[in-house]
């Protein structure tokens, strides 16, 4: 087993020893460094590319062990296919599906050439994203594996990339890198048990950030009685394990300009309280603060590369449990905002969660914008599946730009409606409104719920409950927890709300 343990830049310079990967596009097209480094391959690239069924398409690979004519212990020639149309999406996974390649060959050190196949130089940027993809590639869950006989095997990989400007390469890997351990540490988050876990814990971790510059502030039940948020606290009364809401701010902008506002659900288990939910399956709600874990990461990354951006990321954190002491069907609650909610549903929870988290975000921080992620419904998977997040807004320049973002950093959103017909989904004549709508259009109602507590800040609702954990496996994701959210809020940001 090999972990990635360094990345660093060099000079292209093709390498006469160790393990190298090279590059080549359609039709066997190679750089010069690479041109020069299999000239001498004993029958020529071609005529062992044509044996080994290689032709550069993308992806693809040709793995040559002491390659003859060569002093190289080993020469990994990649695949690109044609350059035309390659994006950012596919040098990080470029990036993931090389440092695959190289785990299988627990290599110690390597070296990547890393130069366009047809000549032009390779932006640093993308020099960097591809780095980003090693990175994400080489995340593993394992903490709580039992040492083995067999560990003494494992390996940890140096990757030299080399490049043709390694400052401007670095430069741009100081910003990437910062956004992948942002990533890394919503899916550390995520993966983590809830009995190792729980709100008390998740703040601790939120209040980490402190080391970056972010200013923390962890509010108690003591507190958010005060601030009567009863939607929030209901939630938490059945466990044992006391409710927090962090606030994490960044203050990277102008002196006094309003924040860009990031509200996470983090529901750290979620039984469905009194509504239990059916025992299979159940031990994935662990995950059930994806949200709050995305909001974390981003704040992560929007730190470290010091973003000329007011931000302030604010989650909550409770267990929702089936104790003696916990919220009933039927019982109505009083929300920050005074809004009565009539609770039909005890495990649609998030939302109460969210109703006291951004109602306290808008009424203190003023935001510019404000958008809420939250694992909030089954209903996304039926209409969306694993491969988008459901994307709600009040606001269509928002939603716009949000989409955007999504295109941009490989993290796809899909936007679906929010109307006043569907608003009268949620009315009952017992309370201001009830907490679930039904089966029907279930994310639809779950956001039109939302949306009252918006108070007509720039909203947006992203439902990432098929997106946050088990998604379909990639080139950058092998795991459990994606972290999803984390470069889409940090795109976002990077593109419309820095001075």
């Known amino acids: ?93 470029f990036g993931g599906a090389v440092f695959a390649s190289l785990k299988s060959t627990k290599a110690e050190t390597a070296t990547v050439v890393l130069e366009a196949p047809e000549g032009e130089e390779l932006d640093a940027e993308l020099a960097a994203e591809f780095a980003m993809g ?166 992560h990354a929007i730190a470290a590369r010091k973003a000329k951006a007011n931000v302030v990321g604010v989650i909550g954190l409770v267990e929702n449990m089936p104790d003696g002491n916990a919220q009933r069907p039927g019982d109505i609650v009083t929300a920050m905002s005074g809004t009565t909610i009539e609770i039909l549903n005890t495990d649609a929870e998030g939302r109460l969660v969210l109703a006291d988290a951004m109602w306290y ?20 998977l039926v209409a969306l599946g694993n491969l988008n997040a459901g994307l709600f807004s009040n606001n269509d320049e928002l939603a716009g730009k949000l989409l955007e973002a999504a295109k941009a950093s490989g993290e796809p959103l899909w936007r679906l409606p929010l109307s006043k017909d569907y608003d009268k989904i949620i009315d009952t004549p017992n309370a201001d409104v009830k907490n679930t709508g039904g089966r029907w259009a279930g994310s639809i109602t779950a956001a039109q719920f939302l949306q009252r507590f918006s108070n007509d800040v720039p909203w947006a609702h992203l439902d990432i409950a098929g997106t946050a954990f088990g998604a379909p496996k990639d080139d950058i994701c092998q795991g459990w927890a994606s972290g999803y959210g984390v470069r889409l809020l940090n795109q976002l940001v990077a593109d419309h709300y820095e001075s």
């Not at 097209?29 to 690479?34: C, E, K």
């Not at 062990?65 to 212990?73: E, I, M, Y």
């Not at 876990?197 to 200013?215: D, I, Q």
């Not at 975000?361 to 996304?380: N, S």
Request: proline share 4%; hydrophobic share 45%.
């Open 1 to 93: 087993m090999t972990k990635l343990n360094k990345i660093s830049f060099s000079k292209i310079d093709a390498p006469s020893k160790g393990i190298v990967v090279a590059l080549a596009g359609e039709a066997l097209a190679t750089g010069a460094a690479t041109a020069g480094l299999v000239g001498d391959l004993t029958g020529g690239l071609a005529n062992v590319a044509d044996i080994g069924g290689f032709s550069g398409k993308k992806k693809t690979s040709l793995d040559l062990v002491a390659p003859g004519g060569l002093s190289l212990d080993r020469l990994i020639v990649f695949g690109t296919g044609a350059m035309d149309g390659l994006t950012r999406d596919d040098w990080r996974a």
């Open 134 to 299: 090693a990175k994400l590639r080489a995340y593993e869950f394992d903490k709580y594996k039992s040492k083995k006989d067999d560990d003494k095997a494992k390996k940890t990989l140096k990757l030299t990339l080399q490049v043709a400007d390694p400052k401007a390469a670095r430069k741009a890997w100081t910003t990437a890198e910062g956004i992948a351990d942002g990533v890394i540490l919503a899916r550390d988050l995520v993966n983590e048990p809830a009995n190792v876990l729980g709100p008390v814990e998740f703040a601790a971790k939120a209040a980490e950030l402190e080391a970056l510059g972010v200013e923390v502030e962890i509010l108690g039940e003591k507190e958010m009685k005060k601030l009567k948020m009863a939607a929030l606290l209901g939630v938490a009364q059945g466990s044992v394990k006391p409710p927090r809401l962090a606030v994490m701010r960044w203050n990277g902008g102008k002196k006094g300009a309003a924040p860009v506002a990031l509200v996470g659900k983090g529901v750290v288990f979620d039984t469905g309280g009194i509504s239990i939910k059916p025992a299979g399956g159940m031990e994935d709600m662990k995950g059930d603060m994806g949200g709050a874990a995305a909001v974390t990461g981003a704040m």
């Open 361 to 380: 975000t808008q009424e203190k921080y003023k935001p510019a914008i404000m958008i809420d992620l939250a694992t909030l419904t089954g209903a996304v």
